[in-house]
């Protein structure tokens, strides 16, 4: 059975919980998952074992956290000493539903197969190697450090630079590196890889800036999470009514990677195995609001849902309504 685990915030103190369905049972002297982590890999001991000797009597309605009206506050369930150590990025491409969307972004006058169409053909022929085998490479791209990332309730922001800003609903793994340099999967947490489609839309080389937004995960981290085929729901919120929503799919079955091919092209790189780094990694999209023509505007709701991964991540949008400034570089000369 799956443990979920969420990270709380009251009076400038940072706590641990773990979720009891409709309570949150504190964690005695777990200040963050990170920390509960690197105790799991110290004393070489399951992580589910760990939370369930460390459980406190103190309790607290879930409902009054998760909607705000408490003085506990929901964090971004995974931190790290220094912040800068937390690297958060992604893979594109591993669901049919947004290579469809990027193909028709980049498909010209003449209907041709794209360079993002071809990249997720690849994955459906080598993207899931035999165990013990390296398959093809996914598409890869980086998002930003921990500062980037919200908690669920917190907005997503469009600043003044970007054209757009548009939900990806995922599902992101979170893993910690030993110091021997080897990677371990604390879980996995529903995400909202936030991105500027319509920046990216203008030519394809764009989606590396388009990338560089706040996201979100959350609120919940649920250790040893089922995989395989995973249902949900993307809906957004306008006025106090869904405006837009979508049954959507993730998992393995469902994906043109697997997740150890997936796990393997990112941590092959030596800078992704620094012992004490955090890293956040999205494993894709089904399907996007902005495919639809749907076009986000301030005050919007974004609900990500997935099936046996907790309460939803909620995010309103926030349009930056000052105009674009000119960032001027100051000479040490």
């Known amino acids: ?8 915030r009251r009076a400038g103190k940072d706590y641990v919980a773990v979720v009891e369905e409709p309570y949150l049972r504190l964690l005695d002297k777990i200040p963050s998952i990170y920390l509960l982590a690197l105790t799991a890999i110290a004393t070489d001991r399951p992580l589910n074992e ?23 506050t929901l964090r971004v369930p995974i931190s790290a000493y220094p912040p800068a150590n937390v690297l958060v990025s992604g893979t594109g491409l591993t ?7 990027r193909q028709n972004m980049h498909s010209g006058p003449v209907e041709q ?9 690849w994955g459906v022929e080598g993207g899931k190697p035999q165990t013990g085998r390296i398959g093809i490479s996914p598409e890869w791209f980086y998002k930003g450090n921990v500062r980037i ?4 309730n917190e907005p997503l922001e469009i600043p003044s630079h970007a054209e757009d800003g548009g939900e990806e609903a995922e599902i992101a793994g979170i893993y910690v590196i030993d110091h021997d340099g080897t990677p371990h999967r604390i879980g996995m947490a529903i995400g909202n890889e936030f991105s500027d489609h319509k920046f ?6 764009n989606l590396a800036g ?18 395989r085929s995973v249902p949900g729901t993307a809906t957004i919120e306008r006025n106090g009514k869904v405006f837009w929503s979508r049954s959507i799919f993730t998992g393995e079955d469902e994906m043109c990677h697997s997740l150890a091919n997936i796990e393997h092209h990112h941590f092959k790189y030596g800078s992704h195995r620094i012992p004490g780094d955090v890293h956040v990694h999205f494993f894709g999209a089904h399907s996007l609001s902005f495919g639809d023509g749907i076009e986000l505007t301030d005050g919007d709701i974004m609900q990500v849902a997935w099936e046996g991964f907790g309460r939803p991540l909620r995010n309103p949008v926030r349009k930056c ?5 000119l960032v001027k570089v100051v000479p040490l000369s």
């Open 321 to 325: 309504s000052s105009p674009d400034a």
């Open 1 to 8: 059975m799956s443990i979920r685990l969420v990270q709380l």
């Open 149 to 152: 990332l919200r908690a669920s």
């Open 210 to 227: 388009s990338k560089v937004r706040t996201c979100s995960i959350g609120p919940e981290i649920v250790i040893n999470p089922d995989f």
């Open 200 to 205: 990216e839309k203008r030519n394809y080389l």
């Open 50 to 72: 760990i939370v369930q000797t460390r459980g406190t009597n103190e309790t607290l309605n879930y409902d009054a956290v998760y909607s705000g009206s408490s003085d506990w």
């Open 113 to 121: 197969l794209t360079d993002s169409m071809k990249m997720f053909r």
């Open 95 to 101: 669901h049919l539903g947004s290579a469809k969307d």
